[in-house]
């Protein structure tokens, strides 16, 4: 058993991890070419990119937020949670206002982005917000 | 490699390199418009716009950052900061910006001078082809400028 687990191991790591997933990762990166020359947003595809090529480094992560007891589902929606409110958003703000200028570059609605910008800057209180009114 | 690494050069990237980039296309598109005689003036705002992305963001992020991050009122102060902001600082501005449109029109300025003249916008037209470096860096002077607040 210990020898399949192994083989396992070796078959994720340098075939799925080391070979597949950064060819993935390039078609995600034309499939945003792609997406881009139809008029949609290439942003997705090139997010899912740099997602397939950070897998080793989020699944570390992913591990560092299990504390190991019973609860430990609940700890790594917990900082899945935090790491998004803290770390993710602020970055996706400055996303909103690239989005929100060039959206009226082109004519399309700005504000919302704009007002999304605001609301990712404000998650974590908008959640208190929340909690607070029950 | 990680995914916070990449999406914060993706948005420095796209904030700091290709807006401002993009900023002078957007100045080359309204001289163009304008000397089609078409509605011109959005374009330039857009390289402005483009140019000042960074500004933009720290600018929302002051107004976010008022409050502690798990103040339940941090939502309405943000809100109420965008508001004072609009009303007290932009609407101000855009006032004087309306005063001398309003001192142009009068003067005949874009009415009886331009709009009346096609050959007068060809005219300012190709000076404004000539000169767009110039106004580039102009445009960036002011963001510049602006870096250390107004004073």
Redesign the interface.
Known sequence: MSAFANDTVIFVNTFVIGRLVPVLAAWMVLRSVIDWSEGYTPLAS??CA??L??I???AA?LQSWNDGTRFGTAAVLEGAWTYTAS??M??????A??G??VN??F?RPAIRL?GS???F??V???W??V??MM | MNFLTGITNLTSWMGNVIMPTLAALFFALGVLRYAHGQAHTYAPWAGFLCLMVSGVLRGIEKFAAQAAWNNPDLVWITLRGMVNWTCNVFLPVYAVLQLLHGVMLYAGIGHRIYAGGAWMRHFSAAALCLVLSGLLRLAEWFIAQGLGGIS
């Open positions: 090139i997010l740099m997602f090529l950070a080793p480094a989020s992560l770390r993710i602020p970055i996706a703000a400055g996303l206002v690239i929100a200028v009226f570059a004519g704009i910008a605001a609301t800057l404000t974590s209180a908008l208190r917000l909690v607070s």
